[in-house]
């Protein structure tokens, strides 16, 4: 489990022994998705700094409603797949309220491989400080 901290806590399993847990270092080459991507792609600074030095097309529109909240749909069609992936579309769901990014999706050709849902953001304002 993940909650935006240095750290992430790991379990296996259920029952009895879900209670042995191990804490790894929010870096650590064991903290992987079952893709093998890092955990680090999921801030917003990086899905930023990802999609502004990624070269590609780029589009914008209306996107889906995602727990009613009204959002647009950033497309990047890259100029050639990711570095270490096939990935070869992603969209990127923006909330019309907040500006900030609701959910992130990878697709391989049509077939969507990644999805990064946020959810229970806090915005604390000594983060927003320039």
């Known amino acids: 489990m993940w909650n935006g901290g240095r750290t992430v806590v790991v379990h296996r399993g259920t029952g009895l022994i879900a209670l042995f847990k ?4 929010f870096h650590d080459p064991h903290v992987t998705t079952i ?3 890092s955990i680090d792609p999921l801030s917003f600074a990086a899905v930023l700094a990802h999609a502004q030095s990624t070269p590609g097309m780029v589009s914008q529109d209306v996107g889906p409603s995602i727990l009613d909240i009204p959002t647009e749909a950033v497309t990047r069609v890259p100029s050639s797949p990711l570095a270490g992936t096939a990935i070869s579309r ?3 769901d923006i909330s019309v309220p907040t500006g900030q990014p609701l ?3 990878g697709y391989e050709g049509n077939t969507l ?3 990064i849902d946020f959810s229970n953001i806090i915005l604390r304002p000594s983060l927003l400080s320039f």
Request: hydrophobic share 40%.
């Open 35 to 37: 893709r093998q991507s």
């Open 103 to 105: 959910r992130v999706l």
């Open 90 to 92: 992603e969209i990127v």
């Open 22 to 25: 191990k804490t790894f270092s």
């Open 113 to 115: 491989v990644r999805q």
